[in-house]
């Protein structure tokens, strides 16, 4: 189908050469012909008709110049129509290319690119744009398959641990109610870990799929509840919350924008340090809104900090053990930041820790 409709593509460029082609060989024969034709009807005044036709001399008559001009007319058309064909042969051998190299790339040879080089003219920039959309799809399904991979591990950590301890609590039979009770605790744990790892990922899926309402909200009320849910466990783990909080008015979703100021306030309380800090601000800057998380903690060097925000990504090995964090958090915050079009700027601050700022557009309350 793809080959006829090439084909037929061909046969009507060739065919609109061919006509552009004839009708300026037609042009050109009238423009020729019709002074000839005039010279031959117009006789000179004040002379006898022997001596114009002896001045005239030995010519093409008028009936010679018609039948010449028809025939040449005649050869014209399979002269168009070659020239027509090849022109269009021509002008169609990147699209060629283009449609070839499309038909055999497939989600396992991605890295197959066009390379149609030089000149640059519409159909090779049209090849330069889907090399970059092969590269951009190669590295979405290296990064899809890398996910995979990663949340499948971390979904099969908890259910092995849960098999595992069940298994080794059904095997002692001198086990009483108390080491049961035990392992029901135990196993219970292992099913919140597990239940909230799949609410990250469905955290995760809903904010990359953009967003589906738009109301008007303010930053600050998100975050003034948000503090407030989280004030104990910051105490607990001696890390102080300050709160610089102005009305900050955008339009979004509720739930994506609300996940993102709960990963970023948990990123922050979560990879700190006893007696460190957390500062929240939100101010409306111009026809921006922004909300700004700066905590301490361990120092995090810049070329490390990008890779944090893709999933699954942690800052050290040790953070691996910690039930708490899946890796997930950052990247939720990146998927809901370009869902609402919003800017994301992360610094790593010399003293250790991130200062995160989302700018998104300012709304009228």
């Not at 037929?8 to 009708?23: E, F, I, T, W």
């Amino acid at each position: 189908m793809t080959r006829l409709a090439r084909r037929s593509l061909r046969k009507r460029l060739a065919l609109a050469y061919a006509a552009g082609v004839y009708a300026a060989g037609v042009l050109v024969l009238v423009v020729v012909d019709l002074p000839l034709a005039t010279v031959q009807a117009t006789k000179p005044a004040g002379h006898s008709s022997a001596s114009a036709t002896a001045a005239a001399g030995p010519g093409i008559s008028l009936p010679q110049l018609l039948v010449g001009s028809a025939v040449a007319l005649v050869l014209l058309i399979p002269v168009a129509l070659a020239l027509g064909w090849y022109v269009a042969g021509q002008f169609l051998q990147p699209l060629r290319a283009i449609t070839a190299t499309a038909e055999v790339i497939s989600a396992g040879n991605l890295h197959r690119r066009l390379d149609l080089g030089e000149p640059v003219d519409e159909l090779t920039a049209l090849g330069h744009t889907l090399d970059d959309l092969f590269a951009r799809l190669e590295a979405s399904f290296d990064a899809q398959r890398h996910f995979v991979a990663n949340a499948s591990h971390e979904l099969r950590t908890p259910l092995a641990g849960l098999r595992t301890l069940l298994e080794v609590a059904l095997a002692d039979p001198d086990a009483d109610a108390e080491a049961l009770r035990a392992a029901c605790e135990e196993a219970l744990a292992l099913g919140g870990h597990q239940e909230r790892l799949v609410g990250a990922l469905l955290a995760l899926a809903t904010s990359e799929r953009g967003v589906t309402r738009q109301d008007t909200l303010d930053l600050a009320h998100l975050v003034e509840e948000a503090l407030a849910t989280r004030r104990d466990q910051a105490t607990e783990n001696g890390i102080d919350l300050a709160a610089h909080l102005t009305p900050a008015v955008t339009a979004g979703d509720p739930g994506l924008i609300e996940s993102l100021v709960t990963n970023l306030l948990d990123n922050a309380v979560r990879h700190n340090h006893p007696g460190g800090h957390v500062k929240v601000t939100t101010r409306t800057v111009g026809t921006q809104v922004a909300l700004t998380v700066a905590n301490s903690g361990p120092v995090i060097p810049e070329d490390q900090v990008q890779r944090l925000f893709h999933p699954f990504q942690r800052l050290a090995p040790d953070r691996h053990g910690d039930r708490d964090g899946y890796g997930l958090g950052l990247a939720i915050v990146d998927a809901v930041t370009r869902a609402h079009r919003a800017t994301l700027v992360t610094e790593a601050r010399p003293e250790g820790g991130l200062s995160i700022t989302v700018r998104f557009d300012s709304a009228a309350p």
